[in-house]
C-alpha cells in the first residue's frame, strides 16, 4: 500500500511518509485541538470512517470538516487513511493527500482539527501497594498512603529532584523529610526553606547566599541554603510562592547544579538534593504566566501527591493512636464516643488540624472538643451528620456513632488485611471472635469473605 497525494498540492515524486513499522503495535488517534480536543480513541483492526456526521465512528464538531471526511483501515502491518473527496481535504505533516500510510507519531488535518497517531499505552496501571503502614512520620494503613509509600519507597532511594504536592496539612514536610532520611544522603544536613514565610526581598539571599557589601546590612560573606545542604538535601517549601524573576536561578541550579552569591561573579558548584513542594496547582499557575514552564517540568520528573485526610478516613483510628503515642499517652486518653465524632470529621486542615484537635481535647479534657459541623456541600458517611446526631437523646446519639465509628474502622481494616480475619485480629488487638462477632454485627463477614 504504497503513499500517494494530489499531484496538485505535491509535485515531488520523493515525498513520502515512512511507512508503519510490522508488529502488532497498538495503536490510538488523539484529537489536539477543537471542541473534542484531549480525547482519544483506540485503532483495532477495521475500517473507521471519521467526520461530523452522527453516524461516523470518530465524530468531530469542527464545522469546517466534511460529514463523511476520513476513513481509516486499520491493519497489523498499519494505517491507511483515505480521503472520502471532503470539500476542504485532508492533509498529513502539512501535504495534502487523497491516501497515506499514517505511523505512530503522524500529525493529520482536517478542516481546523488536528489528530495525532499515537501508540496506546496498555500498561496496568494499578500502583502496587506498599506493606508498611508509615514511611518516616507519616502513617496510613490505607490503599491511597499505601500507593504513596510505594511511590516514595522508589524515590528515596535515587537522587533525583522531587516535587510533593497536596494541601495545606497533609504532611508534605514530613514526606521531605523522610524522602532525606531513606536516602543515601540521609546522614547529610536537610536544610528547610520557607518560601511563603520569607520576604521577596531576602529570599535571593537565603537561596543563593551573598558576598560581604552585596547589599545594605551584608556585613559578611553568607552561604546560601543550596551550599549549606552540601552533601544533603534542600526542602523548597511552597515553591509556588518563589518570584518569577528569581525562577531561572533555581532552573540553572536544578539543571546545572551551580549557584551565584549576590553580589558575586563566579558561580559555585553545589552537591545537594532538592525537595520542593507546594499546594498550588503549578500547572494553572503556568497557563497563568505565574510560574515558568520549564521550571516546572524540571520540578515535576518525579512527583508524588499525597491525598487529604478526607478521602482516606479509615486512617483516622490510626492517626489518633499515633498523635496519642507522641504525646505519651495510652489510646484510653480518648473515648469512644470523641474517637468516633472525629472519625465523623471531613478534616478540612487535614492531618496538622486532627493532631492540634486531639492535643487540645487530651490537654484540656474532652468537653473542650471543639465543634465539628460537616462542611457545606459535605455527603454524610454511613454515621450519618454529626448536628443531626446530636439532636437525639445522648445515649442514643452516643450509640449511633460508636456504631459509625466501628463499621468505618471494620470496612478499612478488612480492606487493609485483604478479608484476612487473624492478621486483621492481630493488627486491630482484638480477639478473633469478637472480631467476628463486631462483622456479623454490622453486616460485614460474608460480604468480605471473613
Given at each position: 500500500?504504497?503513499?500517494?497525494?494530489?499531484?496538485?498540492?505535491?509535485?515531488?515524486?520523493?515525498?513520502?511518509?515512512?511507512?508503519?513499522?510490522?508488529?502488532?503495535?497498538?495503536?490510538?488517534?488523539?484529537?489536539?485541538?477543537?471542541?473534542?480536543?484531549?480525547?482519544?480513541?483506540?485503532?483495532?483492526?477495521?475500517?473507521?470512517?471519521?467526520?461530523?456526521?452522527?453516524?461516523?465512528?470518530?465524530?468531530?464538531?469542527?464545522?469546517?470538516?466534511?460529514?463523511?471526511?476520513?476513513?481509516?483501515?486499520?491493519?497489523?502491518?498499519?494505517?491507511?487513511?483515505?480521503?472520502?473527496?471532503?470539500?476542504?481535504?485532508?492533509?498529513?505533516?502539512?501535504?495534502?493527500?487523497?491516501?497515506?500510510?499514517?505511523?505512530?507519531?503522524?500529525?493529520?488535518?482536517?478542516?481546523?482539527?488536528?489528530?495525532?497517531?499515537?501508540?496506546?499505552?496498555?500498561?496496568?496501571?494499578?500502583?502496587?501497594?506498599?506493606?508498611?503502614?508509615?514511611?518516616?512520620?507519616?502513617?496510613?494503613?490505607?490503599?491511597?498512603?499505601?500507593?504513596?509509600?510505594?511511590?516514595?519507597?522508589?524515590?528515596?532511594?535515587?537522587?533525583?529532584?522531587?516535587?510533593?504536592?497536596?494541601?495545606?496539612?497533609?504532611?508534605?514536610?514530613?514526606?521531605?523529610?523522610?524522602?532525606?532520611?531513606?536516602?543515601?544522603?540521609?546522614?547529610?544536613?536537610?536544610?528547610?526553606?520557607?518560601?511563603?514565610?520569607?520576604?521577596?526581598?531576602?529570599?535571593?539571599?537565603e537561596l543563593f547566599g551573598h558576598v560581604k557589601g552585596a547589599f545594605t546590612g551584608a556585613q559578611g560573606d553568607r552561604a546560601g541554603a543550596f551550599e549549606r545542604a552540601s552533601g544533603?538535601?534542600?526542602?523548597?517549601?511552597?515553591?509556588?510562592?518563589?518570584?518569577?524573576?528569581?525562577?531561572?536561578?533555581?532552573?540553572?541550579?536544578?539543571?546545572?547544579?551551580?549557584?551565584?552569591?549576590?553580589?558575586?561573579?563566579?558561580?559555585?558548584?553545589?552537591?545537594?538534593?532538592?525537595?520542593?513542594?507546594?499546594?498550588?496547582?503549578?500547572?494553572?499557575?503556568?497557563?497563568?504566566?505565574?510560574?515558568?514552564?520549564?521550571?516546572?517540568?524540571?520540578?515535576?520528573?518525579?512527583?508524588?501527591?499525597?491525598?487529604?485526610?478526607?478521602?482516606?478516613?479509615?486512617?483516622?483510628?490510626?492517626?489518633?493512636?499515633?498523635?496519642?503515642?507522641?504525646?505519651?499517652?495510652?489510646?484510653?486518653?480518648?473515648?469512644?464516643?470523641?474517637?468516633?465524632?472525629?472519625?465523623?470529621?471531613?478534616?478540612?486542615?487535614?492531618?496538622?488540624?486532627?493532631?492540634?484537635?486531639?492535643?487540645?481535647?487530651?490537654?484540656?479534657?474532652?468537653?473542650?472538643?471543639?465543634?465539628?459541623?460537616?462542611?457545606?456541600?459535605?455527603?454524610?458517611?454511613?454515621?450519618?451528620?454529626?448536628?443531626?446526631?446530636?439532636?437525639l437523646p445522648f445515649k442514643e446519639a452516643k450509640e449511633r456513632l460508636i456504631e459509625g465509628f466501628e463499621r468505618d474502622y471494620l470496612k478499612g481494616l478488612l480492606e487493609r488485611c485483604?478479608?484476612?480475619?487473624?492478621?486483621?485480629?492481630?493488627?486491630?488487638?482484638?480477639?478473633?471472635?469478637?472480631?467476628?462477632?463486631?462483622?456479623?454485627?454490622?453486616?460485614?463477614?460474608?460480604?468480605?469473605?471473613?
Amino acid at each position: 500500500m504504497a503513499a500517494s497525494y494530489d499531484k496538485e498540492e505535491n509535485s515531488d515524486p520523493t515525498a513520502t511518509l515512512v511507512r508503519a513499522g510490522p508488529g502488532r503495535v497498538r495503536l490510538k488517534l488523539l484529537i489536539l485541538s477543537g471542541v473534542e480536543a484531549g480525547h482519544s480513541h483506540s485503532l483495532d483492526n477495521g475500517e473507521y470512517t471519521v467526520g461530523k456526521a452522527p453516524s461516523c465512528d470518530i465524530v468531530l464538531s469542527d464545522k469546517t470538516i466534511s460529514r463523511q471526511h476520513l476513513k481509516l483501515q486499520v491493519r497489523d502491518e498499519g494505517v491507511l487513511a483515505i480521503d472520502l473527496d471532503s470539500r476542504n481535504g485532508s492533509f498529513c505533516e502539512g501535504m495534502r493527500f487523497s491516501q497515506v500510510e499514517l505511523r505512530p507519531g503522524n500529525v493529520i488535518t482536517l478542516g481546523t482539527t488536528e489528530l495525532k497517531v499515537v501508540p496506546e499505552d496498555t500498561r496496568e496501571r494499578s500502583m502496587p501497594l506498599s506493606t508498611r503502614d508509615h514511611f518516616g512520620a507519616l502513617v496510613g494503613t490505607s490503599r491511597k498512603m499505601r500507593e504513596v509509600f510505594t511511590l516514595l519507597e522508589r524515590m528515596a532511594p535515587g537522587g533525583s529532584d522531587v516535587l510533593i504536592q497536596g494541601e495545606t496539612g497533609t504532611g508534605k514536610e514530613l514526606c521531605a523529610e523522610a524522602l532525606h532520611q531513606e536516602s543515601r544522603r540521609g546522614k547529610g544536613p536537610f536544610v528547610i526553606v520557607d518560601l511563603a514565610g520569607i520576604a521577596p526581598s531576602l529570599i535571593e539571599s537565603e537561596l543563593f547566599g551573598h558576598v560581604k557589601g552585596a547589599f545594605t546590612g551584608a556585613q559578611g560573606d553568607r552561604a546560601g541554603a543550596f551550599e549549606r545542604a552540601s552533601g544533603g538535601t534542600v526542602f523548597l517549601d511552597e515553591v509556588g510562592e518563589l518570584p518569577l524573576e528569581l525562577q531561572p536561578r533555581l532552573l540553572r541550579v536544578l539543571e546545572r547544579r551551580q549557584v551565584k552569591r549576590v553580589g558575586a561573579n563566579d558561580y559555585r558548584t553545589v552537591d545537594m538534593r532538592v525537595v520542593a513542594a507546594t499546594h498550588v496547582d503549578l500547572e494553572g499557575a503556568v497557563k497563568e504566566g505565574k510560574f515558568r514552564r520549564d521550571l516546572f517540568h524540571r520540578l515535576a520528573v518525579l512527583r508524588v501527591t499525597l491525598p487529604p485526610l478526607r478521602e482516606r478516613p479509615e486512617d483516622i483510628p490510626l492517626l489518633i493512636d499515633t498523635v496519642l503515642t507522641r504525646m505519651n499517652r495510652p489510646p484510653s486518653a480518648l473515648s469512644d464516643q470523641t474517637r468516633a465524632l472525629l472519625a465523623q470529621y471531613p478534616w478540612p486542615g487535614n492531618v496538622r488540624e486532627l493532631r492540634n484537635v486531639v492535643e487540645q481535647v487530651v490537654n484540656l479534657g474532652e468537653e473542650a472538643l471543639p465543634e465539628l459541623p460537616p462542611l457545606p456541600g459535605d455527603e454524610p458517611r454511613s454515621g450519618g451528620h454529626i448536628t443531626h446526631e446530636m439532636e437525639l437523646p445522648f445515649k442514643e446519639a452516643k450509640e449511633r456513632l460508636i456504631e459509625g465509628f466501628e463499621r468505618d474502622y471494620l470496612k478499612g481494616l478488612l480492606e487493609r488485611c485483604e478479608g484476612n480475619i487473624s492478621r486483621a485480629s492481630r493488627e486491630a488487638g482484638i480477639d478473633r471472635v469478637y472480631l467476628r462477632k463486631l462483622l456479623r454485627k454490622h453486616g460485614l463477614e460474608d460480604r468480605d469473605g471473613a
